[in-house]
């Protein structure tokens, strides 16, 4: 029975498997490097690399002898979240996939500043609580010059979806909503406001066709169930040709004739307009044309942190307020501390790369194209997931083999490059200039290892 030897552990064993050479999980453990590592990752991560390296061990992936460099260089490697900061080469503005707007250094410093202990519900001043968030809100107010009866409140909730919600269930109960068939739109990831308007208990009376709606439609609708009406702006696709929608003005005169909310979803957060962006609706004009609540995300154009803005008539602020779900979706204080500072400090990032000047794009990829051997073509940058659907962003790209875009994802430095029509094309629009250095030595480094594994089958997943 020389297998129950082996299991034994006997003398005779070194010629036996090897994998009882591979090392105990406490030693492992107690190596100086893990335990100087504690104090950065939890117990239960280091305990799975640990194992990770182990198991590849039991399975021959790797020889014993290996397992504790491997478990050394994934601890170095390691941090405490999995989100890997990336280079967004694809020349989408806003976009939905890396996490919408990238914070203005304003907004990072606000993130630090307020994530211990902060004044977030308390005047310092008296020792007394105070009300939450009142320097967002102020900072809302200041951003918005629009004038309206009995003057402007704002309200900050999680994100554009939780806005909508609150100012529909607080406004509009089980009553009928009014609005026009051209705005029930799809967000992303499936998710439908109609879909979202009606989970709050409200009834949708949908309106005119896809590509018009007149006031009168508006006005055939209206009824003893009516309760309000919604205008959505939407933001993620145009309709051209023969189309007509139905200004807010006139929404707001039906709205007094019948003593009705008129909710305004303007999306992507404009606070004044753009020129950049003629078609895109600002929180301003929408309030003065009569809305008595706006809505907006506050991590689109407005290029802060993930929000829900709600602007409006003092009173119905503060309706909304004090509605028990309000409670439900309320901001946190990082949001509220980065929400300030994007208001109240320089320029955003989304900012920059909107209005990036083009003859300086075309520069800097000929200088990247030319540290990389790569050649420089003309391409047109988009807003993204934020809004202005179809304003093309006229810019310029440096176009690799597209063999390359896997390499660079899953690189170093993560760089997201553009695939498009077989090749990759990576756009400095949304890269900080500061950041050229760092692009030209990913894209060098992917054309190495591609170089080298010229037959590797190229990864397809991230990381
Ligand atoms: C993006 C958007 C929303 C959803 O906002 P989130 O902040 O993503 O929750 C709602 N309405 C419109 C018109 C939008 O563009």
Redesign the pocket.
């Known amino acids: 029975m020389p297998s129950a030897l082996t299991e034994s552990g006997s003398e005779s064993e070194p010629a036996g498997d090897p994998r009882r050479r591979i090392p105990r999980t406490d030693d492992l453990l107690a190596l100086p490097e893990l335990v100087a590592a504690r104090d950065r990752l939890s117990g239960t991560v280091l305990h799975g690399l640990v194992s990770e390296s182990q198991d590849r061990a039991r399975r021959g992936v790797l020889s014993p002898d290996e397992v504790q460099a491997e478990v050394l260089a994934a601890v170095a490697a390691r941090t405490a979240t999995t989100l890997h900061p990336v280079l967004n080469a694809t020349g989408v503005v806003v976009h939905t996939n890396l996490g919408r707007a990238p914070l203005s250094a304003a907004a990072v410093e606000a993130l630090v500043a307020s994530s211990g202990y902060v004044d977030v519900e308390m005047d310092l001043s008296t020792g007394q609580r105070s009300k939450r968030g009142a320097g967002a809100r102020a900072a809302l107010l200041a951003a918005c010059p629009a004038e309206v009866p009995g003057g402007l409140d704002a309200l900050v909730v999680n994100?554009?979806?939780?806005?909508?919600v609150l100012a529909t269930t607080a406004l509009v109960g089980t009553g009928e909503l009014i609005v026009s068939r051209g705005e029930l739109?799809e967000?992303?990831a499936g998710f439908r406001?109609p879909d979202l308007i009606t989970s709050t208990g409200a009834r949708l009376r949908e309106v005119g066709t896809t590509n018009r709606t007149h006031r009168a439609d508006y006005a055939g609708a209206l009824g003893l169930e009516t309760a309000g009406l919604l205008k959505?702006?939407?933001?993620?696709f145009r309709v051209d040709g023969f189309t007509s929608a139905v200004p807010i003005d006139q929404l707001r005169s039906l709205a007094d004739e019948h003593g009705l909310p008129l909710i305004v979803?303007?999306?992507?957060g404009l606070f004044t307009a753009d020129p950049a962006l003629p078609e895109e609706p600002d929180l301003t004009s929408a309030l003065e044309a009569g809305a008595d609540v706006v809505?907006a995300?506050?991590?689109?154009l407005l290029g802060g942190p993930?929000?829900?803005i709600l602007l409006g008539r003092a009173a119905v602020i503060q309706r909304l307020a004090r509605h028990p779900l309000a409670r439900a979706v309320r901001a946190d204080k990082l949001t509220l501390a980065a929400l300030e500072a994007t208001l109240d400090g320089g320029p955003t990032p989304v900012s920059r790369a909107l209005h990036a000047d083009p003859e300086r794009l075309r520069e800097r990829a000929e200088r990247l194209g030319a540290a990389v051997g790569a050649p420089v073509v003309a391409h047109e940058g988009r807003v993204g997931?934020?809004?202005a659907p179809g304003v093309p962003l006229a810019g310029w790209a440096v176009r690799l083999p597209a063999e390359l875009a896997p390499l660079l994802r899953t690189g170093r430095t993560a760089v997201l490059p553009r695939v498009h029509d077989g090749a990759c094309l990576v756009d400095l629009r949304c890269i900080p200039e500061p950041d050229d250095g760092r692009l030209a030595d990913a894209i060098r480094a992917a054309q190495a290892r591609r170089g080298t594994h010229p037959d590797t089958p190229v990864p397809d997943g991230g990381h």
Do not use: E, Y
């Open positions: 994100n554009g979806a939780a806005a909508l739109v967000i992303g406001l959505v702006h939407p933001s993620n979803d303007v999306g992507s809505i995300s506050g991590d689109k993930q929000a829900g997931g934020g809004g």
